[in-house]
């Protein structure tokens, strides 16, 4: 048997039942609400992942491609995240100056985080990133 929401015998069953009701409820009474979240979900979905919010590439695909980081368009920063330890991928990501040490380590206190937000902090401060430099080799967008 399906449920309604309008039923009051199916509520208080579960809390998973409760949530699918009130949703059920909103969908009932809020139909354009409804229809244009519907609308913006499809928009997102279709809207291509050519972003200029993500490397172009991967640090490992980078290092699978060439062989020396020489190459990589922000290579003074891929080198210095490298050289001190920090996961490949990870590196690439805080090379093109994107701010995620979260990637290395959700503790605050984690030295190599600490480590890796000072490099960062240095490279900034200098306007390293201020210029976006030409990515040859790869597609905008993976």
């Known amino acids: 048997m399906a449920l309604d929401y309008r039923n009051t015998n199916d509520w208080g069953k579960s809390p998973l039942t409760d949530r699918a009701l009130r949703l059920e409820q909103f969908k009932a009474e809020n139909p354009e609400t409804t229809a244009a979240m519907i609308e913006a979900d499809i928009h997102a979905l279709s809207t291509p992942l050519e972003s200029e919010d993500y490397p172009p590439f991967t640090g490992t695909e980078f290092l699978e491609t060439h062989e020396t980081i020489d190459d990589h368009p922000y290579s003074a920063a891929f ?3 490298l050289g001190n330890g920090i ?4 590196a690439n990501i805080l090379a093109f100056g994107f701010k995620q040490f979260d ?3 959700s503790d605050l206190s984690d030295p190599v985080r600490q480590l890796a937000a000072r490099i960062y ?3 900034k401060e ?3 990133w201020d210029k976006k430099p030409e990515v040859e080799g ?3 967008s993976l």
Request: without cysteine; charged residues 20%.
């Open 79 to 81: 080198g210095q995240f």
């Open 126 to 128: 200098i306007g390293y």
């Open 103 to 105: 990637l290395i380590s």
């Open 138 to 140: 790869f597609a905008k």
């Open 121 to 123: 902090s240095r490279f």
């Open 87 to 90: 996961d490949v991928d990870t």
